[in-house]
């Protein structure tokens, strides 16, 4: 019964690893129709490869874990949902209740919600299809992982009650688009009417709420350059007042636009420490915030000098039909001149003498991204190269981006791809890891091959923790401690029996992509990058590098 709620509640694929507490229902779901089953190899993975498939579908991930050490292994999965406020159920298998000792037991329910998921227990028959059913509304409605506490005892009593089960989605509130105070719509209406050079930011939050149209149209009217979040990259991709991403990824070009800024609109965005570099990025603006739930300090900073509880589309209209009203048409940045320097622009310029046997990253990550489609999914993990890939990618539509960073924890990219490729189930996946994440959790590649689960791996492969590595060197220590060598990833990918080549020259990589998509499986590329060359922003950050 309780599989078949899980069935009813629309759940179609479980990532699970399987132990004496949450086996038998793990077998129950394998047995239902059209239910998709991926073994993980390791608790965190199922439960990263759930956040990822809930990050390409927008649907409810769901993952299983055993009791006890099954369950403490997923504390930082479930932290980087909680943060990323990514809909999860983790349906966890508990110690027998009537148990006088059992060596797995622990409690769940500290440990869980210290992670910030909301935890459930199962501990009476007669409730159990009504946890399940609260389970589903909350992390839908909250956009949270939940943790569903179920006994191992209790799992296996007959279910003494007629099979009728009610999902969630019948009592859920029907989604609404929370429109703004006609006054403060007003306000900013003046605030732009006055404004030489303002600039509108949009944020994971306008992607959701599918406001790019309406942003593009407040700021063609305002006559603002547009920028995203990292979270909102790719959402104006091909406007010619474009500027990519705010704050620490900035271009140079867009830091000194930033700089100029008189009024910022952060729309759908959370204007956090990284997107306002900590609000040193434009110190001469006014500040707006429109957001559905906006907030007057956070991460240590006044986010706004105005803010808007609105839908960021209801909200960017809004102000658009108020600036109408007036008869505001405003040039501002919108220059041709502008348009040119934009259209030019480059995210970093600086030239590194590069080793024999490795490329250039920057120049691997260019040649990557023309390679690969522009209508594959692309996961990214967390590290050095994260600050070169997401900065030098283009043409993707915000959407194809997974970014897996929202606790800064390595290691996560790889299962989360699973999760986005098990989602798509056409192999239009392309994962950008670093070696040192990649061999946190290596193990999944057979669970890869085992599943048939097709994918890219593009490993740029420093041959250590490149963070790190120009963190020490930064500040003038020897990064010895972290260089590990770049070893055989290819050859350890064929010895899981994933198709592995290695890659230590440009210009290869379109014969190899050809060669991979003839294979009709998963493939990794072993790309051997010199640890010398340092991101823009690690030199601007780390370096002090004006």
Known sequence: MLAKAFAAEGCEVLFTLMGD???????AMSRLPDMQVIHA??????VAMADGY???????????TTCGPGFTQIMTALTIAARANVPLVVFAGDSPMAASFYIQQIDMAPLALGTGAHYIPVRSIDRALENVREA???????????????????????????ADYTPSSDVLP??????????????????IAEAERPIIIAGRGAKLSGAHAAIAALAEASGALLATSLLGKGMFEGNPYALDIAGAYSSDFARER?????LVIGIGVGLGSYTTESGYLYPGAQTVQIDINPRGLWQGLRTADMHIRADARAGAEAVTAALKARGVVRTGFRTPEIAREIAADQPDRKEFAIAPGTVDPRKAILELDATVPKDWDVVIGGGHYFGIAMTHMRGRPAERYHVVSDFGAIGNGLPAAIGVAAARREGKVLLIEGDGSLLMHIQELETIRRQGVRLLMAIINDGGYGAEIHKFRAGGLSPETVIHGRGDLAGVANGFGVRGATVNRLGGMAGMFREHLAANSAGLWDVHTDDTVVSRPYRRIHYGEA
């Open 21 to 27: 507490a949450n086996m038998y229902w793990s077998e």
């Open 41 to 46: 190899r390791h608790e965190h993975c199922a």
């Open 54 to 64: 809930a990050r390409a579908t927008g649907k409810v991930g769901v993952a299983s």
């Open 136 to 162: 589903f509304q909350i992390a839908v409605l909250e956009s949270r992982p939940v943790v569903l506490s179920v006994p191992m005892d209790l799992q296996k009593q007959p279910y003494p009650h007629m």
């Open 174 to 191: 029907t989604p609404q688009r929370p429109a703004p105070d006609p006054a403060l719509v007003d306000r900013l209406a003046g605030m």
């Open 258 to 262: 930033f700089a100029e800024a008189d």
